[in-house]
Nanobody
């Protein structure tokens, strides 16, 4: 089982940017798709963005297209979420997740993610 630790959350004004990091330990994540999810108060956890194990495919939630991007540094066993043009509705706890399957063709669906971090709070003020 891989352990995931998110960092980089905080308070930012609307229109600002944040970069979240997800550091993995226990196994190398280079063979696994990775994703970010978020959960706002009183709401269900929702998918944000994912990246294939190769890095060649990225899937975005409609709500973050053009504003968020994901990248991975396999040498550092870390995944990043760059969030630009932040909106108050982006306020949530952000979770990093790892796919259960190695070398998956395409991108995993939400139930395919088997390892989760503890989350990092992102608060966007208006």
């Amino acid at each position: 089982q891989v352990q995931l630790v998110e960092s980089g959350g905080g308070l930012v004004q609307a229109g600002g940017s944040l970069r979240l990091s997800c550091a993995a330990s226990g196994r190398m994540i280079s063979a696994y798709a990775m994703g970010w999810f978020r959960q706002a108060p009183g709401k269900a956890r929702e998918f944000v963005i994912s990246i294939s194990w190769s890095g060649s495919n990225i899937y975005y939630a409609d709500s973050v297209k053009g504003r968020f991007t994901i990248s991975r540094d396999n040498a550092k066993n870390t995944v990043f979420l760059q969030m630009n043009s932040l909106k108050p509705e982006d306020t949530a706890v952000y979770y990093c997740a790892a796919d259960r399957m190695m070398f998956r063709r395409g991108l995993p669906l939400a139930p395919d993610f088997g390892s989760w971090g503890q989350g990092t709070q992102v608060t966007v003020s208006s």
